[in-house]
């Protein structure tokens, strides 16, 4: 199951870089690794939190309710990140204020929330939150590093114009490689299967 | 009645979280005052220094800072940007303006760059106010803060007008 999960979120279901969920804050923040990891740090603290209480809260949720109950309770784990960063890491939350306000609205959360913990149980809920938020941190803290590094040598990587070349490049690069392993996956087993 | 239990679940956890969030404020509410403080106290050391080094710069006196010519001041004004209110602190030497910073605003990041203390805001006191134009894209908030320097430069050369004629 962990390496299913580790699998899919991480790589062939990454909600950020083949979902291409949560692009906003993605693109917005990702000027540098600091502000990458703060974001990435918060978003992962937003959605095990709130996957964990969504998956324990399961059974008592009436459907009607079930959406407004969702945001409610991401809105409540995103407002605690805010203060503890405000309190904790204040030059880097002055960075990122915003967009750390707005992963409310991030439809990734909302998405796996709706999807996952609000269907399985605990354990599997957790587990879940915490692959997905390693596979998002990952593109984000990755495309941070990739565009602070090629910063130097090109200015535009750091404009809004720039960081939609720069992911748009990057996802090429990742589809080329997801596509290469899965075409030597299948081929591997083809002639597994013929052997047999 | 039956109809009332979704509402009554949801009110119900939404009085819990609440719970919850006040605790953390209470937890993180002196950490953020003291943050904010002493960001601001970072930012009007910045501009006492800018003082020190036109005073040094100007090689003046003591005798001299106490005439009305070179009378330290720094002031605090609010005014509106795009966000919500920005707090701007000026140092003023007599009728001259010596820098200017914003303590608090609530713009957008990134559009607010300007305001950060090396890039566009510094301009102020190193350049005539006529040659410092405001930033395309963060225009209303650039175009506020040059606002308000403006008035209160032009409430000091009053000032200054009304000091002298004192003397």
Request: charged letters at 15%; one cysteine or more.
């Amino acid at each position: 199951m962990l390496k299913q999960l580790l699998t899919q979120n991480l790589w062939s279901q990454n909600v950020a870089a083949v979902q291409l969920l949560g692009l906003c804050p993605l693109l917005a923040v990702s000027t540098s690794i600091e502000t990458a990891s703060g974001l990435a740090v918060a978003s992962a603290f937003v959605l095990v939190g709130s996957a964990a209480l969504i998956s324990l809260l399961r059974h008592f949720i009436p459907d009607v309710v079930r959406l407004p109950m969702f945001v409610l309770v991401i809105a409540t784990f995103t407002t605690i990140a805010v203060m503890i960063m405000e309190a904790l890491a204040f030059s880097l939350y002055m960075q990122i204020a915003l967009f750390m306000q707005i992963i409310v609205t991030n439809c990734m959360i909302l998405g796996r929330i709706n999807q996952v913990a609000s269907q399985q149980k605990f354990s599997i809920a957790v587990l879940d939150a915490v692959t997905t938020s390693a596979g998002f941190a990952a593109v984000l803290v990755g495309f941070g590093a990739v565009r602070e590094l090629a910063s130097h040598v090109l200015p535009l990587t750091l404009d809004p114009a720039g960081a939609f070349l720069t992911f748009g490049l990057l996802l090429a690069v990742f589809q080329f490689i997801n596509l290469h392993t899965k075409e030597t996956f299948e081929s591997e087993s083809r002639a597994d299967a013929d052997v047999h | 009645m039956k109809s009332l239990a979704p509402i009554f679940i949801l009110a119900l956890t939404a009085g819990i979280l609440g719970g919850l969030l006040a605790v953390t404020a209470h937890y993180t509410k002196p950490l953020i005052e003291q943050n904010r403080s002493e960001a601001v106290a970072a930012e009007l050391e910045e501009l006492q220094e800018l003082i020190r080094a036109r005073i040094k710069s100007l090689e003046l006196t003591a005798r001299q800072l106490e005439s009305c010519e070179y009378q330290i001041e720094i002031t605090q004004e609010t005014t509106k940007g795009y966000g919500g209110n920005m707090e701007i602190a000026m140092a003023f030497l007599g009728e001259s303006l010596v820098g200017a910073r914003v303590l608090s605003h609530r713009e957008t990041p990134g559009f607010a760059d300007a305001l950060d203390p090396d890039a566009w805001i510094s301009a102020f006191g190193t350049k005539p106010l006529s040659g410092i134009d405001t930033v395309s894209r963060a225009t209303i908030t650039t175009r506020a803060v040059l606002e308000t320097v403006n008035q209160r430069v032009a409430y000091q050369v009053e000032w200054l007008q009304l000091c002298l004629l004192d003397v």
